[in-house]
């Protein structure tokens, strides 16, 4: 394997960048454990907190560039590049103002005896990061920032295709004042990190990534005792059963399924329709993705680049095929330009066609009809993924029921892209396991001691 920034948009591969040796290897482990050392016990939680408000001001301060950097490696459109850049920046701001809170004592009511009892919340140590190619800032911001504050210290293996942005994200921790050791970026091979997750000096390993890609890492930690987290693919439902303005509602299904070229995680990807609004749905959907085309991400106007490289453009045409092959029916698009990817709908998708069952990660969307609420939830349902999902309806107890009942880690009721740096984000089924994000993010690979005194 070899670290390449190949823009996708001309196929041009810009540079390449070395894999790590075995004995820079085993510098940074060594680094990343000594620092450990110093930095969870030697800093204060507020000294930790300052350095990550560095952090954040000098993505606001870098934006340009650091947005510049991904439309190459992975041609996302420069608008939607500067604002993961705002959102990276907003992630680390906020575990800066809030993790000190986050960390506090938490006394426990005694049952029966004399004392006190209370959990302190202190480090785990070394953590080895494992970040995707589609969020390369907003990726790395949601897992290096609480853990940094808490007192841990990083290991950082980013994407192949990520090369460029790894290494900036590295000089704006370096620049913002952190010690050698405290975030290590490294160029390693799949073998490399299997030796990493191994290391006894190395306390837990969170990946961000596909089914495959969780598995093994999953399995490779669990021979050694690692602590993991999994944040894996979705294939998330966006169901309506009521609106008040379709148009509006038609305008956030598009957004929700197209952001960041259609390769978001929790991007809106099968569309369940009740019965008596499918027809106009899909047919107003169908003209609204129609009106969006592939263009040059470095344009402002851009509002969907190439896919992430021609590689990913050809299996997603391989997934679309395969889904027309076992009887579906290609409403629009289907065509592929090299990486770029035409916007497409697939209708008639059956229980027993694979794509029922899949990610598809770019623009295309999956309409389903639903015969009622319970036929919605079982659509909904009847996917091996449960990362997030969208409701819309104009009545607040069936809103109520139907977010009750959907098998998902999130849902999202009468509005799409409401992420947020406050709210946890992660999921259940084959969409992996633990949180990220808000509180819950800043309580995965923490130390939660009891301290009984009597």
């Known amino acids: 394997m070899s670290y390449a920034v190949t823009n996708p948009a ?11 040796g075995a004995a820079e290897l085993e510098g940074a482990i060594a680094a990343a454990t000594d620092a450990h050392r110093t930095w969870s016990k030697q800093t204060s939680v507020d000294e930790r907190a300052a350095l990550i408000r560095r952090v954040g001001e000098l993505h606001t301060e870098r934006r340009q ?39 506090q004592d938490e006394p426990i009511s005694l049952l029966a005896g004399e004392g006190t009892a209370v959990i302190r919340r202190s480090s785990l140590g070394v953590l080895l990061g494992i970040m995707p190619w589609n969020f390369p800032y907003y990726q790395v911001a949601r897992f290096a920032g609480p853990n940094l504050i808490i007192g841990n210290t990083i290991l950082l293996k980013h994407a192949e295709q990520c090369p460029e942005s790894a290494a900036a994200i590295e000089q704006v921790y ?27 000096r190395v306390q837990g390993v969170s990946l961000t990534g596909s089914e495959r890609a969780g598995a093994a890492v999953a399995a490779i930690a669990g021979r050694h005792l690692k602590k993991v987290v999994l944040e894996l693919g979705g294939s998330d439902p966006f169901i309506l059963l009521s609106t008040d303005d379709l148009d509006e509602t038609v305008q956030n299904a598009v957004d929700a399924r197209l952001d960041n070229s259609g390769q978001s995680c929790n991007a809106a990807k099968r569309f369940i329709v009740a019965d008596d609004l499918y027809e106009p749905f899909l047919e107003k959907f169908t003209a609204k993705l129609a009106e969006v085309e592939a263009s040059d991400p470095t344009s402002a106007d851009s509002a969907l680049g190439p896919l992430s490289s021609l590689k990913a453009a050809e299996n997603l045409d391989e997934q679309v095929r395969r889904a027309v092959e076992h009887g579906a029916t290609l409403a629009h698009g289907g065509t592929r330009d090299g990486a770029f990817f035409q916007t497409t709908v697939l209708t008639d998708v059956s229980p027993e066609n694979p794509a029922s069952k899949e990610e598809f990660f ?27 999902s969208y409701v819309y309806t104009t009545d607040p107890a069936q809103a109520e029921r139907v977010a009750d009942a959907i098998e998902a880690g999130m849902v999202f009721v009468n509005v799409v892209l ?21 509180r819950f993010g800043a309580d995965e690979f923490v130390n939660k001691k009891l301290i009984r005194i009597g």
């Open 418 to 438: 409401a992420d947020g740096a406050e709210l946890p984000f992660g999921g259940v089924k084959r969409s992996g396991s633990g949180r990220e994000l808000g």
């Open 362 to 388: 770019g623009p295309v969307a999956q309409v389903y009809r639903a015969a009622d609420e319970a036929d919605a939830i079982r659509i909904a349902n009847d996917t091996p993924f449960g990362l997030g």
């Open 10 to 20: 001309t196929g041009e591969t810009v540079k390449t960048y070395d894999t790590i």
């Open 65 to 103: 560039e650091l947005a510049e950097i991904i439309v190459r490696e992975m041609g996302k459109p420069i608008e939607q590049a500067l604002g993961e850049v705002d959102f990276a920046a907003a992630i680390y701001e906020y575990y800066a103002d809030h993790s000190a809170d986050f960390l």
């Open 174 to 200: 370096l620049d913002a004042g952190f010690p050698q050791g405290a975030y290590v970026n490294i160029y390693a091979s799949h073998d490399q990190i299997e030796e990493v997750i191994a290391d006894p």
